[in-house]
């Protein structure tokens, strides 16, 4: 189990809260609209471009491209607006993050005359 760690800061970089955001939105609407392409792939009208329904191998195709892009779209309004939020809640109070280390191996430690 992975040991959770926990740190005071003032405020998120717009940079951190953007990266953050965008990325769970953009991986996630991707997956969904996948899942949503396959049952294109089997005639099901679900995917609408220019008011056209897409289709089969092509919906498959499609999906994941539709996905980002409306996961970006939504992404980059709500990292804003999370951001705008922030910003006024640090104004009054520290925020405490919980995290989970990277932990990479530690080189190995090499004794004087050991070679």
Known sequence: MDKAETLVVQRLKL?????VILTG????????????GIFSLFGAGVIKWNDQYITGFKGLIASPFIGIFVG????IFTALFTYIGLRLY?????????????????????????F
């Open 15 to 19: 940079g951190t809260v953007f990266k």
């Open 72 to 75: 970006l779209i939504i992404g």
């Open 90 to 114: 640090a104004m009054f109070k520290p925020m405490t993050i919980e995290y989970v280390a990277y932990m990479v191996d530690p080189p190995p430690i090499i004794k004087p005359g050991s």
């Open 25 to 36: 939105n953009i991986f996630g609407f991707a997956i969904l609209a996948t899942v949503i």
